[in-house]
């Protein structure tokens, strides 16, 4: 069974700019949720979504958004990037939502806002 | 406010020798607490999810415990292995909301 698939893998922006990251979840499973992760911070929750509605959603200004495809696809995006948008951003998908199923993560997709 | 703590922030064991890490959390009410490894680049994996009635729960050479009541756990690695070098973060969930991570402990496994 193939993991959770996020694109790109690697991508360099400048400020100002907006970026799409995209999230493939394992077959079955309905729940895609994306974090944020830094040195500083840690790991650090964006939102979930669970058949294409928004679940959750973490303490991230308004130009962090997302959305879920009807087969389950997800995809964040990012407007008006600043320097502190720099990082990995890791979705996970689970067969329950977050609070109920186990996380698979995907490899993540390095963000580098010059 | 919900918050997660990790101890040692980074630790540095000899290969083959044991270390247990610990996390100290706030959060509630208590779901389950989870233990992630992640290697240098990876995303992290699962290594076990614990709930409240739980205090010890194994994987081959990683064991963690729970104890609800001083909302603390500890991952304890035994004989370690250079494969074991990663970040190993703890998480905490709370009822339905978003779950809360520690920001690890960084384990460096060395010959």
């Known amino acids: 069974k193939a993991g959770v698939t996020q694109t790109p893998r690697y991508l360099i922006k400048t400020r100002g700019q907006q970026v799409t990251l995209s999230c493939s979840p394992i077959?079955?499973?309905?729940?895609v949720s994306w974090y944020q992760q830094t040195p500083g911070q840690g790991l650090q929750f964006l939102f979930e979504y669970f058949s294409e509605t928004q679940r959750n959603k973490g303490n991230f200004p308004g130009r962090f958004s997302g959305r879920q495809f009807s087969n389950s696809r997800s995809e964040m995006n990012v407007s008006t990037l600043e320097l502190g948008d720099s990082a990995l951003y890791l979705c996970?998908?689970?067969?329950?939502?977050?609070?109920?199923?186990?996380?698979?993560f995907g490899e993540g997709s390095r963000l580098t806002v010059l | 406010k919900n918050q997660v703590e990790q101890s040692p922030q980074s630790l540095i064991i000899l290969e083959g020798k044991n270390c247990t890490l610990q996390c100290n959390y706030t959060v509630s009410p208590f779901s389950n607490l989870r233990w992630y490894k992640q290697d240098t680049g990876r995303g992290p994996v699962s290594l076990t999810i614990?709930?409240?009635?739980?205090n010890t729960k194994s994987n081959r050479r990683y064991t963690a415990t729970l104890d609800a009541d001083t909302k603390q756990s500890s991952l304890h690695i035994t004989a370690s292995q250079l494969s074991d070098s990663a970040s190993y973060i703890c998480v905490v969930l709370s009822g339905n909301t978003p779950l809360v991570f520690g920001k690890g402990t960084r384990l460096s496994v060395i010959a």
């Open positions: 077959s079955g499973h309905r729940s």
């Open positions: 996970a998908s689970s067969p329950g939502t977050s609070s109920t199923g186990e996380l698979f």
């Open positions: 614990m709930t409240f009635s739980e």
